[in-house]
């Protein structure tokens, strides 16, 4: 079983930046050769891809929306992934959540039931 901890959310004004970091725990044979991602959930909307990052970090996606403010990175050796939010608008105002593939599944996805392990998430408010 893998454990996903979120950190760094926060409240910040428009145009603020923020960095979310996840921590990944759990066996060295399941903390192997996996996929991440970010996703968020704003109120009364449904789970939203936002960011995901190969293991690799050779494939690496964004929502439209994000893209050229986000960036999604990972190291693989302090099992963490990061989003670097810059620009940050109301609209990115969420419930930002990491998840993880299993091991052995090296890509990343947009579709959330691709996905084995998720954080408990940590919320961002973008005030305007």
């Known amino acids: 079983q893998v454990q996903l901890v979120e950190v760094g959310g926060g409240l910040v004004q428009a145009g603020g930046s923020l960095r979310l970091s996840c921590i990944a725990a759990g066996r060295d044979r399941e903390l192997n050769t996996f996929g991440m991602a970010w996703f968020r959930r704003a109120p009364g909307k449904d789970r939203e891809f936002v960011a995901g990052?190969?293991?690799?970090?050779?494939?690496?996606g964004y929502t439209d929306s994000v893209q050229g403010r986000f960036t999604i990175s990972r190291a693989n050796a302090k099992n963490t992934v990061y989003l670097d939010m810059n620009n940050l608008q109301p609209e990115d105002t969420a419930a930002y959540f990491c998840?993880?593939?299993?091991?052995?599944?090296?890509?990343?996805?947009?579709?959330?039931?691709?996905?084995?392990?998720w954080g408990q998430g940590t919320q961002v408010t973008v005030s305007s």
């Open positions: 998840t993880a593939r299993r091991a052995g599944e090296p890509n990343y996805s947009t579709v959330p039931a691709a996905y084995s392990y």
């Open positions: 990052i190969s293991w690799t970090s050779e494939y690496i």
